[in-house]
């Protein structure tokens, strides 16, 4: 039987900590450079040669301040603070190379989409197509205290939000220019065919936008589309509107059960369930030896901010984690949310009791996803047992510390890797989404939502 390709991200954000927090402090740690150009440039240089997929660049709107009812711990620890926009960074490192593919996270609930669409339409063409949206709601009510946007907040309205927003962003980018709008006839002075550009009348609960998209078709029109949303209703908004989903799960059971959960929800929406690829959040330490990973695993480990962990997890969760013990059993905390993080936890240990202390250190590397420590060859085994037995297609790789754990992973597990046959040689050729799902899928499929809002959709509208 042939072996499933594995498809690599590598997972960051345009600040200091970030799923790693207290790290920075860390003597071969860069992240404290995330404001340098150059920075990013040689990063994106490092994963294009170890055969990236992509970089997935995650963002916030507004801060962690539920940990001790305030905003100090996360300020003081870096805590995914101060961050910078994600968009910015991708221009210079697209020029600086050739194959890798760009995650871009923006918010529904914060960004309107007619001056959204036009970014990343811009960023496509200027990447020759190697754009992705991670599509999020955004979660932070500390967000919603500088952008007044009423009573939108609630977890179902703002997925009601995020469904008409797609639909204005695939009215401009599928149907508003048609294929051969731009003609650049330069005897008849016509760049454009003003026949063949159309207003989208877009009139919705939300968002009235009539009129025609700013920007020329880029090469893949709508970006690749990922979304992260766990949930129930995140899922069936994953299996409408996402080409790949993003988990963050520490075990396999759980993992293994979204992967079948978000794969039903995509066929019910009557779409192939395997063109909907999942990364799952992984946090590889390697060594050339079991003895020297484990060792870098505890010097690491030494670095962890307890509170910085705790800042992240009580934003995370909702629960302030400033008022437990730190050797509290978290079972007494009595949060859905958190009992739901203890479930997918404890799963495969019944028995474990789990403090505050314990988990701020779970946390502390790598969030709420695995850490795989060990040689080349056990990271591949690892990775070879969660695809085989969770179905899913590939990992968004955080960082320990940056770049250090991409270029260990580059240098040392990439070529086991690729000898199993796992990890490409080369990059194709073509735009992103070629790259991840063959040659010719340069647009969205046929039976994606997205290709219904084409040119003739809107023609019949008029």
Same mark, same amino acid.
């Given at each position: 039987?042939?072996?499933?390709?594995?498809?690599?991200?590598?997972?960051?954000?345009?600040?200091?900590?970030?799923?790693?927090?207290?790290?920075?402090?860390?003597?071969?740690?860069?992240?404290?450079?995330?404001?340098?150009? #150059? &920075?990013?440039?040689?990063?994106? /240089?490092?994963? $294009?040669?170890?055969?990236? =997929? %992509?970089?997935?660049?995650? +963002?916030?709107?507004?801060?962690?301040?539920?940990?001790?009812?305030?905003?100090?711990?996360?300020?003081?620890?870096?805590?995914?603070?101060?961050?910078?926009?994600?968009?910015?960074?991708?221009?210079?490192?697209?020029?600086?190379?050739?194959?890798?593919?760009?995650?871009?996270?923006?918010?529904?609930?914060?960004?309107?989409?007619?001056?959204?669409?036009?970014?990343?339409?811009?960023?496509?063409?200027?990447?020759?197509?190697?754009?992705?949206?991670?599509?999020?709601?955004?979660?932070?009510?500390?967000?919603?205290?500088?952008?007044?946007?009423?009573?939108?907040?609630?977890?179902?309205?703002?997925?009601?939000?995020?469904? #008409? &927003?797609?639909?204005?962003?695939? /009215?401009?980018? $599928?149907?508003?220019?048609? =294929? %051969?709008?731009?003609?650049? +006839?330069?005897?008849?002075?016509?760049?454009?065919?003003?026949?063949?550009?159309?207003?989208?009348?877009?009139?919705?609960?939300?968002?009235?936008?009539?009129?025609?998209?700013?920007?020329?078709?880029?090469?893949?029109?709508?970006?690749?589309?990922?979304?992260?949303?766990?949930?129930?209703?995140?899922?069936?908004?994953?299996?409408?509107?996402?080409?790949?989903?993003?988990?963050?799960?520490?075990?396999?059971?759980?993992?293994?059960?979204?992967?079948?959960?978000?794969?039903?929800?995509?066929?019910?929406?009557?779409?192939?369930?395997?063109?909907?690829?999942?990364?799952?959040?992984?946090?590889?330490?390697?060594?050339?030896? #079991?003895?020297?990973?484990?060792?870098?695993?505890?010097?690491?480990?030494?670095?962890?901010?307890?509170?910085?962990?705790?800042?992240?997890?009580?934003?995370?969760?909702?629960?302030?984690?400033?008022?437990?013990?730190?050797?509290?059993?978290?079972?007494?905390?009595?949060?859905?949310?958190?009992?739901?993080?203890?479930?997918?936890?404890?799963?495969?240990?019944?028995?474990?009791?789990?403090?505050?202390?314990?988990?701020?250190?779970?946390?502390?590397?790598?969030?709420?996803?695995?850490?795989?420590?060990?040689?080349?060859?056990?990271?591949?085994?690892?990775?070879?047992?969660?695809?085989?037995?969770?179905?899913?297609?590939?990992?968004?790789?955080?960082?320990?510390?940056?770049?250090?754990?991409?270029?260990?992973?580059?240098?040392?597990?990439?070529? #086991?890797?690729?000898?199993?046959?796992?990890?490409?040689?080369?990059?194709?050729?073509?735009?992103?989404?070629?790259?991840?799902?063959?040659?010719?899928?340069?647009?969205?499929?046929?039976?994606?939502?997205?290709?219904?809002?084409?040119?003739?959709?809107?023609?019949?509208?008029?």
């Amino acid at each position: 039987m042939k072996k499933k390709r594995i498809y690599l991200n590598a997972f960051d954000m345009n600040c200091v900590a970030h799923q790693s927090p207290g790290l920075w402090v860390h003597p071969e740690d860069q992240s404290h450079r995330y404001k340098d150009i #150059e &920075y990013w440039v040689e990063l994106a /240089k490092i994963l $294009e040669k170890g055969r990236f =997929d %992509g970089l997935f660049i995650a +963002d916030v709107i507004g801060i962690y301040d539920v940990y001790g009812g305030d905003k100090e711990t996360t300020i003081r620890e870096a805590t995914q603070v101060p961050v910078n926009d994600p968009i910015l960074l991708v221009s210079a490192m697209s020029h600086a190379t050739k194959h890798l593919g760009f995650g871009i996270t923006c918010s529904t609930t914060f960004e309107h989409p007619y001056t959204f669409a036009r970014r990343m339409s811009t960023l496509d063409h200027l990447t020759n197509g190697r754009i992705a949206w991670n599509i999020v709601t955004s979660y932070l009510e500390s967000g919603t205290k500088n952008i007044e946007i009423g009573d939108k907040f609630q977890h179902s309205e703002r997925y009601n939000i995020a469904e #008409e &927003y797609l639909e204005v962003c695939y /009215k401009l980018w $599928e149907g508003s220019w048609e =294929d %051969g709008a731009v003609v650049k +006839d330069k005897e008849k002075r016509m760049f454009t065919d003003p026949t063949k550009v159309h207003e989208i009348n877009h009139h919705g609960k939300y968002f009235d936008v009539p009129g025609i998209h700013l920007c020329e078709p880029s090469p893949q029109r709508t970006p690749v589309l990922f979304q992260a949303g766990g949930s129930l209703r995140g899922r069936q908004f994953a299996g409408k509107h996402a080409e790949c989903t993003f988990i963050s799960a520490p075990l396999k059971e759980a993992t293994a059960a979204y992967v079948k959960d978000v794969r039903t929800q995509a066929r019910e929406q009557g779409r192939d369930p395997q063109s909907l690829k999942v990364f799952a959040l992984f946090t590889p330490i390697v060594g050339r030896t #079991e003895e020297e990973a484990w060792a870098k695993y505890e010097e690491l480990s030494s670095y962890i901010s307890y509170e910085g962990a705790l800042s992240l997890l009580s934003g995370w969760s909702g629960v302030d984690f400033s008022q437990y013990d730190p050797d509290e059993e978290i079972k007494y905390i009595e949060t859905n949310a958190v009992k739901s993080m203890l479930e997918v936890l404890t799963k495969s240990s019944p028995n474990k009791k789990w403090t505050v202390r314990e988990l701020a250190n779970f946390a502390g590397i790598g969030g709420m996803g695995p850490v795989a420590i060990g040689t080349p060859e056990q990271i591949a085994d690892t990775f070879e047992e969660w695809i085989d037995e969770t179905d899913i297609d590939g990992f968004n790789l955080a960082y320990a510390i940056t770049p250090g754990t991409f270029i260990d992973f580059t240098e040392l597990v990439v070529p #086991e890797l690729q000898r199993r046959g796992r990890l490409k040689m080369e990059y194709e050729e073509g735009v992103y989404r070629e790259k991840l799902f063959g040659k010719g899928q340069v647009r969205l499929s046929e039976e994606h939502i997205g290709s219904s809002y084409r040119n003739n959709h809107l023609q019949e509208q008029a």
